[in-house]
Nanobody
Framework: QVQLVESGGGLVQAGGSLRLSCAAS????????VGWFRQAPGKEREFVGA????????AYADSVKGRFTISRDNAKSTVYLQMSSLKPEDTAVYSC??????????????????WGQGTQVTVSS
């Protein structure tokens, strides 16, 4: 089992930045692919981005490409989501998720086995 805990959310003005963290505990995390998802009120959860277990591959949704960056530190069992140039439409609960299978299937919630509880990000205009 892997337990995931997100942190770093908060209120920020449009154009600002935030860094979210996803800390893992339990069994080894270093072999897991990790994804970030977000869910805004009244909307379905959507894919934000993902990073491979080694950190050499990343993928991003078009809506965040060029503004968000995912990285990981396996020694600290932590994955980061650096968000810049934030927009009000980025307001959502952000959750991280982990999977042990390939990096090919990363875009849907059904692809992931372990989930964190989420952290709120609010971007004011």
């Amino acid at each position: 089992q892997v337990q995931l805990v997100e942190s770093g959310g908060g209120l920020v003005q449009a154009g600002g930045s935030l860094r979210l963290s996803c800390a893992a505990s339990g069994r080894s995390f270093s072999g897991s692919q990790v994804g970030w998802f977000r869910q805004a009120p009244g909307k379905e959860r959507e894919f934000v981005g993902a990073i491979s277990w080694s950190g050499d591959m990343t993928a991003y949704a078009d809506s965040v490409k060029g503004r968000f960056t995912i990285s990981r530190d396996n020694a600290k069992s932590t994955v980061y989501l650096q968000m810049s140039s934030l927009k009000p439409e980025d307001t959502a609960v952000y959750s991280c998720a982990a999977k042990d299978t390939n990096f090919r299937d990363i875009y849907y919630t059904r692809d992931y086995r372990y989930w964190g509880q989420g952290t709120q990000v609010t971007v004011s205009s």
